[in-house]
């Protein structure tokens, strides 16, 4: 009885997450899948807590106390930190598969051997492995984004790099395979810590050499692992809704991580192996150019004549926390009648929809957040590119250096524009390290400092200039 | 068919069905993601994050049942950990996706 009223929660807990990633789909029902959400969620909790077998309830109450405790704070984060959030939740995600499979693994060990068929093995040590790679991975991924001290920034390479980790993860895989085929022997219970250790290191190794431009699909891929290590619980526990929910979150993983593969035209496997940082030193040096720079009064009486200006946002936008700044910029134009939108790049910031959450934040209507396809169309049209904080996105070398590490990727078409300005806050090429050919063209001119600065100096000029006291 | 045999065909029946799950679940997946607005990529991510925490499933019994008490501690943790995507995915992404609006806040920018 009780077994068939918890299946078939799971089950409406099932039709409910699909509802919510459904809902989803457009920004104006976006909340109420919020609501299915954690309605399967919640049905889910209280029916596998209904079960007869859960016997200790102190330690569920104390450990969902811990969960809340810790989960609330990490909810509030300011929005620039939303990419290391992500990474440290995919980091307990993954911890969670790991620990539960270990759990299981010496639970049946000790109490049913008879339960550790091939096929669940094979489970365990999938959900191990990618479980304990997802953490460790995702935690360097956090530390990297959140710049932690000792995790370093720039994507780090040494001789043989590839060679060694898939040298660490093929004898993680060769254990796996000695402990499916014989997984009560003397020596198993001494061997599964092993691979344990080795998941844990690779997923290390395998976000080191891997710099911030890359980020969003680094997010991406280990989001898909997650949803995959949860997949393999599922199998691993014999329980369709954990499969069912695992695979909506590997596939949204794996469809995010397309889409930003596509949007640097670039291939997962060059992503993980490429080590983007290496190819870039080679390119830094050249014959000297010469940069325009223009004042803030100039600047403003350029947008002031314009009757359609678009801003590129990018991550030193989220850096320099310039998007209310921005909102500032975008009413002081709107209201001179000047038709303003948002040029966004899926790869600009550190995570898939990364700036238009900061732009939404700043109350910027969504209507106005144009996606690259649709904009580039408008570009010949637009009065005045404003870029802002991004770099590779609107570096035309995409289009026209071959030897460019970004050769290849599409870009915003900035160049199009009559008049360009770029708001940098140095000389230094951005994170990817090339220099940026936009910069020099004949229409381009630069802003240097701070965003922050600079768009409330400009906005500051336009609202003192505009006959408003 | 003695109990060792049953024993023996029962996970591999269950193997197929839960492949069979996984596979469409996949598929149903893809095709609901597809369609998500790319406004959203981050909210998705986070509400991805939250429902995959279903592993708060696996914990709960393993953390509750009358198995060793060393188990139950790694199931303990990883309840712990899933308890905390749960309540920071959801809450998080609740809070992103109230800023999205269509129209800005009335009174100001004095758009015509």
């Not at chain 1, 954690?38 to 330690?59: C, D, F, K, N």
């Not at chain 2, 996706?97 to 015509?112: A, I, Q, V, Y």
């Amino acid at each position: 009885m009780i077994h068939g009223l918890v299946q078939l929660a799971y089950i409406v807990a099932t039709g409910l997450f699909v509802f919510a990633l459904h809902w989803m789909n457009t920004p104006a029902t976006a909340r109420r899948g919020v609501f299915a959400g954690v309605g399967g969620m919640a049905l889910a909790i209280a029916a596998t807590w209904a079960q007869p077998e859960v016997v200790h309830h102190l330690w569920i109450i104390l450990a969902l106390a811990a969960g809340v405790a810790v989960g609330v704070p990490l909810s509030r984060v300011p929005l620039t930190a939303v990419p290391q959030r992500t990474a440290l939740s995919h980091a307990f995600g993954g911890l969670a598969a790991g620990l539960v499979g270990t759990a299981k693994y010496y639970l049946w060990l000790g109490e049913g051997p008879e339960n550790l068929t091939v096929f669940r093995m094979i489970a365990i040590i999938v959900e191990i492995i990618l479980g304990f790679l997802t953490f460790t991975g995702s935690l360097m991924a956090a530390g990297k984004l959140q710049e932690v001290k000792w995790v370093p920034q720039r994507p780090v390479t040494y001789p043989l790099q590839n060679v060694t980790n898939l040298a660490l993860l093929g004898i993680a895989v060769v254990v796996g395979v000695a402990l499916v085929l014989s997984p009560t022997a003397a020596w198993a219970p001494a061997v599964f810590p092993v691979i344990i250790v080795l998941a844990l290191a690779f997923g290390v190794l395998l976000i080191i050499p891997i710099g911030g431009a890359d980020m969003p699909t680094v997010i991406a891929i280990l989001n898909a692992y997650a949803g995959l290590s949860a997949v393999a619980m599922g199998f691993v526990l014999d329980n369709k809704l954990l499969i069912t929910a695992g695979a909506l979150d590997g596939s949204s993983g794996l469809i995010l991580a397309v889409i930003m593969c596509k949007a640097m035209n670039r291939s997962f496997a060059n992503v993980l192996f490429g080590a983007f940082g290496q190819v870039q030193q080679a390119k830094a040096s050249g014959e000297e150019k010469v940069y325009k720079s223009e004042s803030i009064e100039g600047a403003g009486q350029v947008l002031e004549q314009a009757s359609q200006v678009v801003i590129i946002p990018g991550y030193g936008m989220a850096v320099a926390q310039a998007q209310h700044k921005v909102r500032e910029l975008y009413d002081q134009l709107k209201k001179r009648g000047i038709g303003v939108k948002f040029a966004i790049h899926p790869v600009a910031g550190r995570m898939p929809g990364h700036m238009n959450v900061l732009l939404a934040e700043a109350d910027i209507p969504y209507t106005d957040l144009v996606e690259m396809d649709e904009i580039n169309a408008d570009m010949p049209q637009t009065d005045v590119a404003l870029v802002v904080g991004a770099n590779d996105v609107v570096n035309p070398a995409a289009r026209t250096e071959k030897t460019s590490p970004i050769y290849g990727m599409p870009i915003i078409d900035a160049d199009k524009a009559r008049t360009v300005f770029a708001i940098k806050r140095s000389k230094n090429p951005g994170f990817a390290g090339i220099d940026n050919e936009l910069y020099f063209s004949d229409k381009t001119w630069m802003l240097f400092g701070d965003a922050k600065n600079v768009i409330g100096d400009l906005v500051k000029q336009l609202s003192g200039g505009s006959g408003l006291h | 068919m003695t109990p060792i045999e049953a024993a023996a065909a029962a996970p591999a029946a269950d193997f197929w069905g839960q492949l069979y799950v996984f596979v469409l679940a996949s598929f149903i997946g893809l095709g609901v993601i597809r369609r998500v607005s790319r406004l959203l990529h981050t909210p998705l991510m986070s509400i991805t994050n939250a429902i995959s925490a279903i592993a708060v499933v696996g914990s709960i019994i393993v953390t509750g049942a009358d198995y060793p008490r060393p188990i139950r501690v790694l199931g303990a943790i990883a309840l712990f950990a899933s308890m905390t995507n749960i309540v920071s995915g959801f809450l998080i992404t609740d809070r992103m996706l109230k800023m999205f609006k269509t129209d800005t806040r009335p009174g100001e920018g004095g758009r015509s």
